[in-house]
């Protein structure tokens, strides 16, 4: 049982990128699942969320409008669309399976 994230990399500000999460283990279209953040030195933030059919969705007001949370039953994957990134996205971006199964966490970092 794991979740394994991957897509984080070194980006410009204004830059885009794509984080995937990849479950394995359980039944992943039972679960609704989360990104979460942490920077160095604050605290874990909480940035989207989205339930088992993918119907809804839900982001938290710092990322609403540039992010995007999806995901792909079939293939056992949650993605997150990031956009329009900010520097203040730099952090260790990790998914969450109903706060019970974390991943171990993929490096953002925005700077020119």
């Known amino acids: 049982v794991q979740l394994v994230e991957s897509g984080g990399g070194l980006v410009q500000p204004g830059g885009s990128l794509r984080l995937s999460c990849a479950a394995s283990g359980f039944t992943f279209g039972a679960y609704g699942m989360s990104w979460y953040r942490q920077a160095p030195g604050k605290a874990r933030e909480y940035v989207a969320s989205?339930?088992?059919?993918?119907?809804?969705?839900d982001y938290a007001d710092s990322v609403k409008g540039r992010f995007t949370i999806s995901r792909d039953n079939a293939k056992n994957t949650v993605y997150l669309q990031m956009n329009s990134l900010k520097p203040e996205d730099t952090a260790v971006y990790r998914c969450?399976?109903?706060?019970?199964?974390w991943g171990q966490g993929t490096q953002v970092t925005v700077s020119s």
């Open positions: 969450n399976r109903a706060n019970t199964l």
């Open positions: 989205i339930s088992r059919s993918g119907g809804t969705t």
